[in-house]
Every structure is written in C-alpha cells, then in structure tokens.
C-alpha cells in the first residue's frame, strides 16, 4: 500500500512569501495521476493541481506544482492572505482503485 | 448552478445503518465517476468508495468493503453511499466529489473537481 509522506507538517510564512510543499511517495506515482488540494477550515476541498503539473479551471498562476517518481513538490510563489490553510496531495493508481492522500501540511501566518 | 449537495448524516448508534445522499446539478451527472471522501475531527482526507459514470463498477476501502455500498441513480442526478454496521471510527464529514474528465478524451483524471458540502456522520451511543 502506498503512503505519502507531507512535509513540512506546518510552516510558518508571511504574506508574499514563497511556499514550497513536499511529497513524497513510499512507491513510484504516475505523474498523470497526482493531484493536490487546498482545504480552508470547515469548507471543502479544492483541486488545485491535477497531473502533476496542471492547474485546475480557476486556480491562479501563483500555484504551480512539479515532480515526477517519488517526490512531487506543490509551490505558491507569493502568498496571499486566502493561501493560508491546509494543503493535501493525492494519488491513484499505484496501490488499487483507491485513491490516496497525504496527511496534510498547513500553512499559517507567521 | 453547477454544485453537489450532500444530504442524510446524524447521529447513529453503533451497530446501525445510515444512507447518505448526493444531489448534482448543473452538469451531466451521468458522464461523471464519482467519489466519497471522508474526513474525521481534525483530520486529514479518506477516500471510501468509487463508482463510475453507470454504476456497473465500483470500488471501496478496505476499511468499509463489506459494510459500505455506493450507488447512483443517473435519472434522478443523485449519488448514494448505503454504511451498515456502523462504529465510532466511522465518525466523520462524508463529501462526495466529482472526478476530473479529460476534456478530449473524456477519460476520468481521477483527481476531485467538485465537491460537496459534506455532511456529518456521528456514531456513538
């Protein structure tokens, strides 16, 4: 069964700020088939990237997201007042049907 | 409007029976795979089932296989997710979600575009 690993936990940044989000794969992950999320407390997830590298209908172009294998990195170039939350990856394909996420790695105010 | 509105969590004591449901509207609900994800107090995100755009296939975790059935009702826009056998480790926010088409091939990306509200789902005595 595959885990992926998100790291940092919580990172503490100001507004403008740069983020760089981690995560690793305990297998290797078809870049076609690795997603990352943005969840604001007590609302919804929201796809951000798909692909790897795709950003979904919407999302700005301070999101960008790269990788491939094992390691797959979510980056926000500037940090707005709106970024500051919780951010998942996700996968499929590399154990089963099932899809799979990450623990999680929260970005807050410093 | 183009959204996903769950329905049918509470609270349910161990041992029983609840049965979720998923109004979509303002797209072809039946083009579309869907998902159930939950997410416990505090916690992170939980994939539970999946079924695909007719409902021939499904797929669940193994933590709820056997206890859990997802189905879909394409002429009423509607997704279910049946959970018997219910335990306090079930306690969760349940979401459905949409899965991503790929706009030329139609193919499910199988990453979450549109997500419900989610619903509460507590059990306990």
């Known amino acids: 069964e595959i885990v992926l690993t998100q790291s940092p936990g919580t990172v503490s940044l100001s507004p403008g700020e740069r983020a760089t989000l981690s995560c690793r794969a305990s297998?290797?992950?078809?870049?076609?088939?690795l997603a990352w999320y943005q969840q604001q407390p007590g609302q919804a997830p929201r796809l951000l990237i798909y692909?790897?590298?795709s950003r979904a209908t919407g999302i700005p172009d301070r999101f960008s997201g790269s990788g491939s294998g094992t390691d797959f990195t979510l980056t926000i170039s500037r940090l707005e007042p709106e970024d500051f939350a919780v951010y998942y990856c996700?996968?499929?394909?590399?154990?089963?049907?099932?899809?799979?996420f990450g623990g999680g790695t929260k970005v807050e105010i410093k | 409007e183009v959204q996903l509105v769950e329905s049918g969590g509470g609270l349910v004591q161990p041992g029983g029976s609840l049965r979720l449901s998923c109004a979509a509207s303002?797209?072809?609900?039946?083009?579309?795979?869907m998902h159930w994800v939950r997410q416990a107090p505090g916690k992170g995100l939980v994939w539970v089932s999946r079924?695909?755009?007719?409902?021939?296939?499904?797929n669940y975790a193994d933590s709820v296989k056997g206890r859990f059935t997802v189905s879909r009702d394409n002429a009423k826009n509607t997704l279910h997710l049946q959970m018997n056998s219910l335990s306090d480790e079930d306690t969760a926010v349940y979401y459905c979600?949409?899965?991503?088409?790929?706009?030329?091939?139609?193919?499910?990306?199988?990453?979450?575009?549109?997500w419900g509200q989610g619903t509460m789902v507590t059990v306990s005595s």
């Open positions: 979600a949409r899965d991503l088409k790929d706009f030329w091939s139609g193919a499910p990306l199988r990453a979450c575009d549109m």
């Open positions: 303002g797209f072809t609900f039946s083009s579309y795979w």
């Open positions: 079924i695909n755009s007719d409902g021939s296939s499904t």
């Open positions: 297998q290797s992950v078809s870049s076609s088939y």
């Open positions: 692909g790897a590298s």
């Open positions: 996700q996968q499929y394909g590399s154990s089963g049907p099932a899809l799979t």
